[in-house]
C-alpha cells in the first residue's frame, strides 16, 4: 500500500477553502449542507492529493497545480451526495469514484488553457503560463491516467462509463470549436456541445455515486438522469453569469465566451429574435472582438430577451432534476439534491 506524503502544501481542511471556491457565485450549494458533507469534503481533498503523488516532485507539483489552487469539488459532492439518499455514509469507494471524475475536470482544464492560450485559472498562473504548453498537457493527460486508474479499481463498469465520458467530453469540445465565431451556430450544437463538455461528467458522478454505493439500478438511472440535468442547468447559468455579472463577481473579464467565439445560448437566442438589436450584434459578431465592442456586444445582450428566454431553458432542466428525485427515497440527501439545481438558478437573479 502506498502511503500517501504531501508533496506540496497539504490538502486543506475546510476552513482554508474559501466559499468562492467551494460555492456557485453567491449561492451556497444545498449539496454542501448535508450533515456529514464537511468531513466528506475533506476525504475528497485528502485523495485528490493522493491520486496525483510519484516519486518525481516536478510532476507532482505540476500535477497538483490545479488541485492546490481549490475549487468547487461539486462532481465528487455529487457522488457523494448520491450514495447518500438511502441513508447511509458514503464509503471511500464512492469518494474515490467522485474523485475519479474530478481529476477528469481538472486534466480538461489543462487542456483548455493551453487551446485558450490562458494565462490564469483560479487566481494562479495557469500551468502552461508557468510551465510550458508541452507539460501542461502531458499533466493533464496525466490526470486522466489516474482518475482512469481509480475508476479501473472500481470494476470494469465504472472504468467503462469514465472512459466513455472522456470520449464525451471530446466530443463536446470539438462541437464547439467547429463552431467558433459562427453566427449561424444551431442550438442543437450548443446544447450537444455542453452535454458532452460538462453535463455527461455530472450525470457519471452521480451514476459512479450510485454504483459504488449499491443502489439498484432504478435508483441509479435515476440518479444519472439528475446529475445530466444539473450538469446542463450548471452550464447554461455558467454561460448566462458570464454576461450579466461583473468582472468582480465571476473572477475573471466578463464576455469572455463572446471574445473567444464561443455563442452560447443567450447569445443565440438574441441573435434569432429578428430585431434591429440581433442584427447589430450579429454585425459586431464572427470575428475577434476588441474592448469597445464587447462593451457594445455585452450592452445588447443584456438588454434584450435572449436572457430572459436562456433562463426558461436553464429552469426546463431544473425541472427535469427535481422530477429525477421522485424516483429518490426520501432523506437528507434526496432534499439537498432536489433543492440544488434551483440554487443554480438563483445564481443568476443574485448577479443580473
Known sequence: MRTFVCPLPCAPSLSDVSEEEVLTPSVSSPMLTLPSMRLDRERIESAMHEAVVTPDPYLNEIASHLIVAGGKRLRPVLAVAGAQVLGDTASNDVVRGGVACELVHLGSLYHDDVMDEAETRRGVETVNAKW????????GDFLLSRASEIAASLGTEVAGLLARTIGWLCEGQIEELRHTYDVTRPESSYLASIHGKTASLYGTAARIGGIAAGHDRP??????EYGNSYGMVFQIVDDILDITATDEQLGKPAGHDIVEGVYTLPVLRTLALETSAAAELADLLGSPLDAAKQDKALGILRSNDGLASAIETAQSYVDRAVAACDDFPDSAATEALRAAPTALIA??????
Do not use: K, R
Open 132 to 139: 510550458g504548453n508541452l507539460q501542461a498537457i502531458l499533466a
Open 219 to 224: 435508483l441509479i438511472d435515476a440518479l444519472t
Open 347 to 352: 445564481s443568476v437573479s443574485v448577479a443580473a
